[in-house]
């Protein structure tokens, strides 16, 4: 940083704040640090009385705010966003799909462990939209030894501190359970609500049965529909642990992969979540509890967007929700904009 005369002070960078003063006008910043200085700002500059600027120097070994904030962004975007236009030194990181944000959590603390640098982000595994705002960086000092930032690289490691999965198009079928739904006893109140939610995410239903609580039945309906495409298979009807309650072992005989039989998550204790492989393809069967039909959010929720975007989940990361994992049930309901499942 040196002080300089003001008339000899265009293209230099501000290193502070120029405030302007208008008795009952106006008292505000009239440029900001950061700023580059240009010809017709000299008279303006001279009008609030500075003479002479503070002006970053340009030194060996030393970066500007916005140099650190390009190297900054580099470490975290991956192909399917992009960068802000740099303002302050800072850069923010937008979405260019809909997709599932995925953090490396341990490269974001590492960066965000070294100082005088900053990241922050939306919380990770959940759905963003094209256009959202992801994340954003800066340095907090004006300027910064090139080693820190050589260190920030080094920190964060080959592979974007970011990522987003886009969804994918997929074909479902549903596996409607209870011999009360079967034999019209109760109407099948379920359905509407899986359709509307996978509708956000433009699946094609292809199909659904009511085997009722047969056990064999409900293993041959999901077996018939993965013969038949299914990309996603959803077992609704409830998940207790009745005896009458055949769908878990239903699930099971069908040879697919148990990850969890259980969450930690209210709403949503009973969850069912297996993978069926075939021919290379990984097929999602889940087991749906009796409260994704009528609780608003549900652990349904907090996997949905991880299965459109072909996110494999394990046991581990179930587990993990139980911090989190109790919906509040607020009168005004803004998940994902609150705790649930974070």
Request: hydrophobic fraction near 40%; proline fraction near 5%.
């Amino acid at each position: 940083m040196k002080e300089i005369k003001t008339e000899n002070a265009v293209g230099y960078v501000l290193c502070h704040d120029i405030t302007q003063i208008i008795k009952d006008e106006k008292k505000g910043v009239l440029f900001k640090k950061g700023h580059i200085v240009k010809e017709e700002d000299i008279p303006l500059l001279l009008s609030v009385g500075k003479e002479h600027l503070y002006v970053w120097e340009k030194q060996e070994g030393i970066l500007h705010e916005n140099e650190a904030a390009e190297i900054l962004y580099r470490i975290c975007a991956d192909s399917h966003m992009h960068g802000s236009d740099i303002k302050e030194g800072k850069i923010e990181l937008i979405a260019d799909c809909d997709g599932l944000l995925k953090i490396r959590r341990d490269a974001l603390v590492a960066v965000n462990s070294l100082g005088e640098m900053m990241i922050a982000s939306r919380h990770g595994d959940f759905p963003v939209k094209k256009g959202d705002k992801i994340a954003g960086t800066r340095i907090i000092p004006l300027v910064i030894e090139k080693e820190k930032m050589d260190r920030a690289v080094e920190a964060a490691g080959n592979e974007p501190v970011f990522s987003l999965l886009p969804f994918h198009i997929k074909k479902a079928a549903i596996v409607t359970t209870g011999s009360e739904v079967q034999k019209g006893l109760i109407k099948d109140t379920f359905t509407p609500v899986l359709k509307e939610k996978l509708f956000e995410y433009n699946v094609q239903m292809i199909g659904q049965t009511l085997p009722g609580d047969d056990r064999q039945t409900i293993t041959s309906d999901i077996l018939h529909f993965i013969e038949e495409g299914a990309d996603l298979i959803l077992c609704s009807g409830g998940m207790s642990v009745d005896p009458d309650d055949r769908t878990p072992g239903a699930i099971k005989d069908t040879g697919a992969d148990i990850v969890t039989y259980g969450a930690p998550v209210l709403p949503g204790a009973m969850l069912l979540l297996a993978y069926y492989h075939k021919d290379g393809k990984t097929i999602p069967v889940i087991g749906l509890p009796g409260c994704v039909m009528y609780a608003r959010r549900t652990v349904f929720d907090l996997i949905l967007p991880r299965i459109m975007a072909d996110d494999p989940i394990c046991a581990e990361e179930i587990c993990a929700y139980g911090e989190g994992g109790l919906c509040l049930n607020c009168d005004v309901c803004t998940f994902p904009v609150c705790g649930f499942g974070k």
